[in-house]
Every structure is written in structure tokens, then in C-alpha cells.
């Protein structure tokens, strides 16, 4: 299991435009990426610019297959990376805990 942490600094005033991307590749992610048991997005409630993006992977190819897909290349690479100062990300191996018992538990659905 891959966790993916990922912070979106978004250039100011581009919050709006931001989560509007993502809630427009959620849907998408859920539909055509059985690897990806959970993809979430959160917003900050005190820097309205910035997300904290919060993704399980069943493996590495997983996680590959995702970064090749017309939707990430067109929300992620297209729209969104313009609209940030920065991004940062990390993987994780999960630990403690359960993953999520079904594909059911990502956001979109």
C-alpha cells in the first residue's frame, strides 16, 4: 500500500479555481483507476489557497497508472500546476491501520 501526501500552495486568490480542478478529477479518478482505493482533497480553513491532497494506492503501478492519465494530465498538469507557487510530495508506506475495505470510500462517489 502507497500512500501519497501531497500540498498544493496555490498562488493567491487561485483557491476557487483550485478545488473547482479537483472536484472535476475526482469523479474521474473513482471511474477508470481501480488502484486508487482513496483520493482526497482538503482545503485549508485558514489559507484558503491551499490543499492538502491525501491518496492510497494498491502499488507503485498503481500510483504510475495515475500520473499517465488524461485526467491527471489535464487537471493536474494543465490546470492546476499553474495556478501554484508550489507542491510538495511524499509517499508513505501505511503501517497502522486498515486501507480502505472498497474503492467505494473515494471521494466522487
Known sequence: MIVL????YGKPGQGDAIEAALK???PRVAA??????????CRSQEHPDQFLLYEHYVDEAAL???RETPH???F???TI???LEKRERDLYTLVVGQPP????????E
Open 101 to 108: 475495505a472498497s474503492t467505494k470510500q473515494r471521494a466522487g
Open 64 to 66: 504510475q497508472h495515475h
Open 32 to 41: 477508470s483507476e481501480p488502484g486508487c482505493l482513496l483520493y482526497h482533497a
Open 81 to 83: 500546476l499553474p495556478l
Open 72 to 74: 491527471y494530465r489535464q
Open 24 to 26: 472535476q478529477m475526482a
Open 76 to 78: 493536474v498538469e494543465e
Open 5 to 8: 501526501v501531497a500540498r498544493y
